[in-house]
């Protein structure tokens, strides 16, 4: 089974309304964190959000949010008031464990590509 | 703001050659790692290096990869008979112990001919 999911390969979303990219996981660990990372296509990885299992609100950063439904599985990033420099591949990736344990490496999901429009 | 540096941006090899990879982490960070990004896919785990030992490494990482942290700066990956199918980017990514994110390099591309 995939531990992240992603299911939209590409998202289209017109200049300034706000987008939701959807990623779902999969783990047994109580412990366990969520990420989202950009990825332009100049090719660089930009790290967005993090939200923690454990963490009591949804992350914030910017015009950027997660919302994190538990008991679902999902880790959703919404973009709010989209800009054309949003164009690009996001990520959703998942850490299984503390951050301390020997186990924090990433484990990402197939991306989503958004193109923002006029 | 400080970040993460590879080098080369580029590297173009013959099968069969040994290639290093080179990655300056952020200087006060202590977790490093290295990632995979086969064109078009999604990016892969390779190794993860703390205290100066691997702390976990992918199925990937079979016995043509190495890396190593020569001195206090530099952090190196080794592929030493390097096959087509090793033709990726390769990030590179450091953490400091008290954050959870990881910060990658801009990553080096491989091209195996």
């Known amino acids: 089974a995939q531990k992240i999911t992603q299911t939209q390969p590409g998202m289209f979303v017109q200049e300034k309304e706000a987008v939701t990219l959807d990623c779902t996981y999969d783990?047994?660990?109580?412990?366990?964190?969520l990420f989202w990372y950009k990825q332009p296509s100049s090719g660089e990885m930009i790290f967005l959000i993090y939200?923690?299992?454990?963490?009591?609100q949804n992350a914030t950063e910017g015009r950027y949010s997660l919302n994190f439904q538990k008991a679902r599985k999902s880790a959703n990033l919404v973009i709010s008031a989209s800009q054309l420099g949003d164009s690009a591949m996001y990520f959703c990736a998942m850490r299984e464990g503390g951050r301390d344990g020997t186990a924090s490496k990433l484990t990402f999901g197939t991306g989503t590509r958004l193109q923002v429009t006029l | 703001e400080p970040e993460v540096t590879q080098t080369p941006s580029h590297q173009v090899t013959q099968m069969g050659q040994e290639v290093i990879l080179r990655c300056v982490p952020i200087?006060?960070?202590?977790?490093f790692y290295w990632y995979r990004q086969i064109l078009g896919q999604k990016v892969e785990f390779l190794v993860s290096?703390?205290?100066?030992?691997?702390?976990?490494k992918s199925e990937i990482f079979d016995d043509q990869f190495s890396v190593e942290r020569p001195d206090g700066s530099n952090f190196t990956l080794k592929i030493r008979s390097t096959k087509l199918e090793d033709s990726a980017m390769y990030f590179c990514?450091?953490?400091?112990?008290?954050?959870?994110?990881?910060?990658f390099g801009p990553g080096t591309r491989l091209t195996v001919l």
């Open positions: 939200q923690g299992s454990y963490d009591q």
């Open positions: 200087s006060n960070h202590l977790y």
């Open positions: 783990t047994s660990d109580p412990s366990y964190g």
């Open positions: 990514a450091s953490r400091d112990r008290n954050y959870n994110e990881q910060f």
């Open positions: 290096f703390y205290n100066n030992e691997i702390s976990e």
